[in-house]
């Protein structure tokens, strides 16, 4: 049997031992070879696609970092990052309506704890695996420091497929998830959430099931209903969020949402309301997808056709072409709306969604403005093209981080007891927003990537992470 040993012993593969160029070598830091690194990422972590593509994109950041402070050399900080706290899978049995007996798999990635409990979404979706999870869980660890609050990473979910399943059902699968998931989260150890498949309905019934088992009314789920400890402003902060820091982009220029024409993908939680706030800044969303395919409505998502979609997704649970058949405009099977002309996208449906070439197209197309909904949905070469270009980019651990911050909020406003107005809420998250977009960018600037968005929200993300787990000793 051939063992790597690079599995047992990295380091000496991966640090060059060269002392940093960037201050002659003075001060130094060790560089990096961030291909040997993912190489021991790559052979622990196997065929975990999405997992690789996030941690490769944090590595290469946060190498001007490295560069200048030994010191996360010396604690091996990034070795240590990139290795969960805890990973918990488990066995989720539940009866169909039919009586027929089905298994999903459960997944929760406590991933770092160093400044607050875990704190992320739980997904539910049929092409959860444990690399779509660890991705999710890795990207959070660094959106939660950059919200400037207390939380830590953590990810969770399931390959169950909530589509056509009825309401019984999916209580009857969620309290089977929750009877394990309980035992391992607390409002002081990991709070989850929604993200694809997990909306109100979902977290309702968890939370039922939890306080069932616990006994005890807990603030260890965010997104709940209003009515019992939920956060008004927490549906629409996501996609909120990420038109806030489309704005704050725009603002770089001089530019507002003003007469701009925006693509939109997806038509879920984050779509909806990101295209409530561009419709109220003055923008026109002209398109809306779901997985069969995508919309265009040139005369902008606006007034009755926007509450349409509400209750077509919400309640109904219908798909994205029945727009097209109520109001008359075109519907593109298959397809996904990025080769529609706009000035803004806002891509906010899933994990690589917007290709090289659709990247190209975009810009080709006079796009200029790009803000992540969705977490990861560009490639990494789509990526590097935005950010050679001069794109406005939105990198979605600081875009969309609104979403996580608001529940933040809500469990600060259940820890005291007393709920917030929503124009309170809005606008704390209005205001954290901004502050990500900038801290974001003078991390870029400090680092020597001004304008990189990219660069500086890893950069600032990680450094407060970092600091921290130093603080705390080796754990
Ligand atoms: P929803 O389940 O409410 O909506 C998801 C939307 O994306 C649906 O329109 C869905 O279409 C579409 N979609 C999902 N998977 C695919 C796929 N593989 N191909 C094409 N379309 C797809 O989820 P959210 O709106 O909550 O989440 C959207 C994105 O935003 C995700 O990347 C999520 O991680 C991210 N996010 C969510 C936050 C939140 O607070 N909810 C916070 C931060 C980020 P269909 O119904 O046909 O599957
Ligand atoms: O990806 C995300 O940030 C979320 N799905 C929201 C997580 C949360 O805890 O609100």
């Known amino acids: 049997i051939q063992v790597k040993w690079s599995l047992f012993s990295p380091w000496p593969l991966f640090r060059s031992g060269a002392r940093s ?25 196997p065929g975990e696609k999405e997992f690789h593509q996030a941690v490769r994109e944090v590595a290469e950041s946060v190498q001007p970092v490295l560069a200048k402070n030994p010191q996360y050399e010396k604690f091996k900080i990034l070795e240590r990052m990139v290795e969960p706290e805890r990973q918990i899978m488990f066995r989720v049995p539940w009866m169909d309506d039919n009586g027929d007996i089905q298994v999903n798999r459960g997944f929760r990635i406590e991933f770092n704890s160093a400044i607050g409990p ?90 039922g099931q939890y306080k069932k088992l616990k006994n005890s009314y807990d603030s260890v789920l965010t997104g709940k209903g209003i009515n019992w400890g939920g956060s008004l402003v927490r549906p629409e902060a996501t996609g909120y969020g990420a038109v806030y820091f489309a ?47 995508y919309i265009y409505d040139p005369d902008g998502i606006t007034g009755e056709k926007w509450e349409f979609v509400m209750d077509l997704k919400n309640n109904r649970r219908g798909r994205i072409s029945e727009y097209a058949e109520k109001f008359g405009c075109e519907y593109f099977p298959g397809e996904r709306p990025w080769g529609v002309k706009c000035d803004v996208a806002l891509p906010c449906a899933t994990q690589n969604e917007i290709s090289l070439e659709e990247a190209k ?64 809420v809005d606008e704390e998250l209005h205001q954290i927003m901004i502050n990500i977009h900038k801290n974001s960018w003078d991390a870029a600037k400090k680092y020597g990537h001004e304008g990189n968005l990219v660069v500086g929200a890893n950069i600032a993300g990680f450094l407060k992470v970092a600091d921290s787990m130093i603080d705390q000793g080796l754990v």
């Open 21 to 45: 160029e960037a201050d002659g070598g003075k001060k130094g830091g060790i560089q990096m070879d961030v291909d040997k690194f993912m190489d021991w990422v790559m052979t622990k972590n």
């Open 118 to 207: 875990y704190k992320g979404g739980l997904r539910f979706h049929p092409s959860v695996y444990i690399g779509i999870i660890k991705f999710l869980g890795f990207e959070q660890i660094f959106k939660n420091s950059l919200t400037g609050l207390p939380i830590g990473g953590g990810k969770g979910g399931s390959d169950f497929d909530p589509k056509g399943k009825s309401d019984n059902e999916v209580m009857r699968f969620t309290q089977s998830f929750m009877s394990e998931l309980f035992r391992h989260i607390g409002p002081n150890t990991d709070v989850p959430a929604g993200d694809i498949g997990v909306g109100g309905r979902e977290i309702g019934f968890m939370f």
């Open 247 to 293: 704005d704050e982009m725009l603002k770089t220029r001089g530019d507002s949402f003003e007469g701009k024409t925006v693509v939109v993908s997806g038509s879920g939680n984050v779509a909806q309301y990101a295209v409530q706030k561009v419709n109220q800044l003055g923008g026109k969303c002209v398109t809306l997808s779901d997985s069969g395919g």
């Open 361 to 424: 197209t975009l810009v080709a197309n006079g796009c200029f403005a790009v803000s992540e909904g969705a977490n990861m949905p560009t490639v990494p070469a789509g990526v590097d093209y935005f950010v050679e270009k001069k794109i406005l980019f939105g990198p979605a651990k600081a875009a969309n981080a609104g979403g996580v911050a608001t529940s933040a909020l809500e469990m600060a406003q259940n820890h005291v007891g007393i709920p917030w107005s929503f124009e309170k």
